[in-house]
Each structure stands twice: as C-alpha cells, then as structure tokens.
C-alpha cells in the first residue's frame, strides 16, 4: 500500500511533468519565434530596421523566459524524483 506522502509526491510529480512538458513546447515555440523575427530583421532595409532589431530583442527576451521556465520545472522534477525514490 502507498502512504499518503508517497500518493501526494506522485500526484505532484504528475503536475510537474505535465507543466514542464508544456513548458518545453512553449520554449520550442519561442525558439521558433526567435528565428522568423530574426529572418524578417535581416531582410528589411532603412529605418525599418529599428524596429525589426527592437522586435527581435522582444522575441529573445521571450525565449529566454520561456528556457527559464521550462529548466525551473525540469528542475521541479528533480526534487521530485529524488524525493520519491
């Protein structure tokens, strides 16, 4: 029989996996995302430069916490597994 310590950490490990599984397609997304501004602010010319840069600073910024996220919960899922064992 499984103690009630031991059901609630598989539960919680349950949540975590799921959020980070999302966690890492959102990442991949904003991977993605990163790539396609980056692919218009190369092709642009004159002033419209300015803001095809600023829009790829937005779109790494947004990666970068999408990657933060994501290794939190992997992270998450660490103490999880280490406990459970």
């Known amino acids: 029989m499984m103690s009630s310590t031991t059901r609630t950490t598989s539960v919680r490990l349950d949540r ?3 959020d980070a ?3 890492y ?3 991949r997304q904003a ?3 990163v790539w396609d501004v980056y692919g218009r602010w190369e092709s642009v010319a004159g002033s419209d430069r300015v803001c095809a ?3 790829y ?3 790494v910024d947004q990666e970068q916490a999408a990657a933060n996220s994501y290794a939190d919960l992997i ?3 660490t ?3 280490a406990v459970r064992s």
């Open 79 to 81: 103490v999880l597994l």
């Open 57 to 59: 600073l937005a779109a």
């Open 16 to 18: 975590v996996v799921d």
């Open 75 to 77: 992270g998450r899922v």
């Open 53 to 55: 840069h600023a829009a």
């Open 21 to 23: 599984v999302l966690a």
């Open 25 to 27: 397609a959102e990442w």
């Open 31 to 33: 991977s993605a995302a």
